[in-house]
């Protein structure tokens, strides 16, 4: 199984914050890399596709990039909205398998 | 517009049995594969397995042979998690998501999750 592991597992920032999170995969998955949004008590949400395809109706703010093993989401300008946990998830290969996550928390 | 409807929470005793449904619409069921994720309290996500819609044939991860089983009814397109001899560590919140269709994979609709609580 391809593991995904994600860093930081948790994080504080300020609103207009430039915020960077980091999914390294245990070998690569080409472009198969996706990012999920969720906030407490809803289901995830797609974000990105394709490590750098940014969904239908997903603020621009919103970006992937990476290839390989090494991938990052980034969004530009922290809003109050995107305070939630996000997941990284591979496509490439059965089992799909979810990074376990990183909080992104109000400082 | 694309929806993934689930019935609603559970409540079940160990040793019992439950049915979970998705029901799809807003777009031609049979087209995509249908996942099921589950997500215990407080935990990550972990991908349980899928079911091809057009042919029926479920494929499980690893940690979910046995006593999960994936089915579908196209009739009404709705596809079925049933779960059977619970544990109390099957209690998590269940979602169905939509497999893409353009050769990336990822899951571009989700269920609202079905919350299946498995106490004595």
């Known amino acids: 199984d391809i593991q995904m592991t994600q860093s930081p597992s948790s994080l504080s920032a300020f609103v207009g914050d430039r915020v960077t999170i980091t999914c390294r995969a245990s070998?690569?998955?080409?472009?198969?890399l996706n990012w999920y949004q969720q906030k407490p008590g809803t289901a995830p949400k797609l974000l990105i596709y394709?490590?750098?395809s940014l969904q239908s109706g997903v603020p621009s703010r919103f970006s992937g990039s990476g290839s390989g093993t090494d991938f990052t989401l980034t969004v530009s300008s922290l809003q109050p909205e995107d305070f939630a946990t996000y997941y990284c998830?591979?496509?490439?290969?059965?089992?799909?398998?979810f990074g376990q996550g990183t909080k992104v928390e109000i400082k | 517009q694309v929806q993934l409807v689930q019935s609603g929470s559970e409540l079940k005793k160990p040793g019992a049995s439950v049915k979970v449904s998705c029901k799809a619409s807003?777009?031609?069921?049979?087209?995509?594969?249908l996942n099921w994720v589950r997500q215990a309290p407080g935990q990550g996500l972990e991908w349980m397995g899928w079911?091809?819609?057009?042919?029926?044939?479920?494929t499980y991860a690893q940690a979910f042979t046995g006593r999960f089983v994936f089915s579908l009814d196209t009739s009404v397109s709705t596809a079925y998690l049933q779960i059977s001899s619970l544990k109390t560590e099957d209690t998590a919140v269940y979602y169905c998501?939509?497999?893409?269709?353009?050769?990336?994979?990822?899951?571009?609709?989700w269920g609202q999750g079905t919350l299946v609580t498995v106490s004595s």
């Open positions: 394709a490590a750098s």
């Open positions: 070998q690569s998955i080409s472009d198969y």
């Open positions: 998830q591979q496509s490439y290969s059965i089992p799909r398998t």
């Open positions: 998501a939509r497999g893409s269709t353009n050769g990336w994979y990822h899951f571009d609709y």
């Open positions: 079911i091809n819609t057009n042919k029926g044939r479920p």
């Open positions: 807003g777009y031609t069921f049979t087209s995509n594969t």
